[in-house]
Nanobody, 122 residues
Framework: QAQLVESGGGLVQAGGSLRLSCTASGRTFSNYGMGWFRQAPGKEREFVAAVNWNGGRILYADSVKGRFTISRDNAKNTVYLQMNSLKPEDTAVYYC???????????????WGQGTQVTVSS
């Protein structure tokens, strides 16, 4: 059964960095677009970043441009989210997802991980 598992979340002070990882198992996602989304308490799930199958097309939400970097290693079936200059408003559960095309719409993704908590203290 296809599964996505996120890791790397935690508690960090404002201005700090974290790197999230999302490892796939059960099937290969090397030909899938991969995305990161986040959801804060009481808010809707929002797009963070996405990358196409070979890394040639990348999208970022305006709120994270210049601070976050998405990348992938198809040999390891893993996608990463490097988060720098973190702000308290980045606090959320972060989810990775796999879909056919790189885009910012949650409903366009077929597979989802269980999420990892990121907390940024001020």
């Amino acid at each position: 059964q296809a599964q996505l598992v996120e890791s790397g979340g935690g508690l960090v002070q404002a201005g700090g960095s974290l790197r999230l990882s999302c490892t796939a198992s059960g099937r290969t996602f090397s030909n899938y677009g991969m995305g990161w989304f986040r959801q804060a308490p009481g808010k809707e799930r929002e797009f963070v970043a996405a990358v196409n199958w070979n890394g040639g097309r990348i999208l970022y939400a305006d709120s994270v441009k210049g601070r976050f970097t998405i990348s992938r290693d198809n040999a390891k079936n893993t996608v990463y989210l490097q988060m720098n200059s973190l702000k308290p408003e980045d606090t959320a559960v972060y989810y990775c997802a796999a879909g056919g095309l790189v885009n910012s719409i949650p409903s366009m993704y077929d597979y989802w991980g269980q999420g990892t908590q990121v907390t940024v203290s001020s």
